[in-house]
């Protein structure tokens, strides 16, 4: 099955500042979400993303899908961004079940 | 709300109890996936059903661990003779079609946190 990295594996920041997270994975996918899983552990969507690039709000996500990375940003960052981020593409090419990277855990401090 | 409904949130066994965690899917939604996420780790894949069929399985545990998805009323993960190992939060999912056929994002329940005693 497909192999799904993300990095940094951790990242502490202050209040207002941006961030780049990453999930690399080592095949070919025809789709790829992102989710924000609060401190809660209540798990959010954020985008579907199988290709380009999309916008909400502070964040937006691009994924590249032939070079096989795609990159979260977080914007301006308040403390309700804390949390673990987690990508996740189909096992195999076409598949409904989905393998998870490692996830990244942010804590924005005030 | 129409979103992925998961009961109980918190659910408390002692070793060798059943457990049973119930999900509803989101309407019009026809694809349910059940995950299971252990502490601090990323969620894993358990089993992908369809009204009335297991479509696949494979990250099921071969025993003690089954799951059903009826004509009627939600789909049930069920647990038997529960043990320590078996704490985790387990997420269930739903999608209006597969990736195969339409190519549509898993929407997520909040979970159950299944603590056993």
């Known amino acids: 099955g497909i192999q799904v990295e993300q990095s940094p594996p951790d990242l502490i920041l202050q209040e207002g500042a941006n961030s780049t997270l990453r999930c690399n994975f080592s095949?070919?996918?025809?789709?790829l979400q992102w989710f924000h899983q609060n401190p809660w552990g209540q798990l959010i969507n954020l985008f579907y993303?199988?290709?380009g690039t999309k916008q909400n709000g502070r964040l937006s996500a691009t994924t590249v899908a032939t070079e096989r990375y795609s990159l979260l940003y977080i914007s301006s960052s308040q403390t309700t961004d804390s949390g673990v981020y987690f990508c996740?593409?189909?096992?195999?090419?076409?598949?409904?079940?989905?393998?998870f990277g490692t996830g990244t855990r942010l804590t924005i401090i005030p | 709300n129409a979103g992925v409904m998961q009961n109980p949130r918190h659910l408390v066994r002692r070793r060798g109890q059943e457990a049973r965690l119930r999900c509803s899917p989101m309407?019009?939604?026809?694809?349910v996936y059940w995950y299971r996420q252990l502490p601090e780790e990323g969620l894993k894949f358990m089993v992908y059903l369809q009204k009335e069929n297991i479509i696949d399985e494979s990250g099921m545990p071969k025993e003690r661990f089954s799951a059903e998805f009826p004509k009627e009323g939600p789909s049930i993960l069920r647990i038997q003779q529960v043990v320590r190992g078996d704490s985790a939060a387990y997420f269930c999912?739903?999608?209006?079609?597969?990736?195969?056929?339409?190519?549509?994002?898993?929407?997520f329940g909040d979970g159950t946190r299944l603590s056993i005693l």
């Open positions: 993303i199988p290709s």
């Open positions: 996740a593409v189909p096992t195999n090419f076409g598949n409904e079940k989905l393998t």
């Open positions: 095949d070919s996918v025809n789709n």
């Open positions: 309407k019009g939604h026809s694809h």
């Open positions: 999912a739903s999608s209006p079609t597969g990736f195969r056929t339409g190519g549509q994002p898993q929407h």
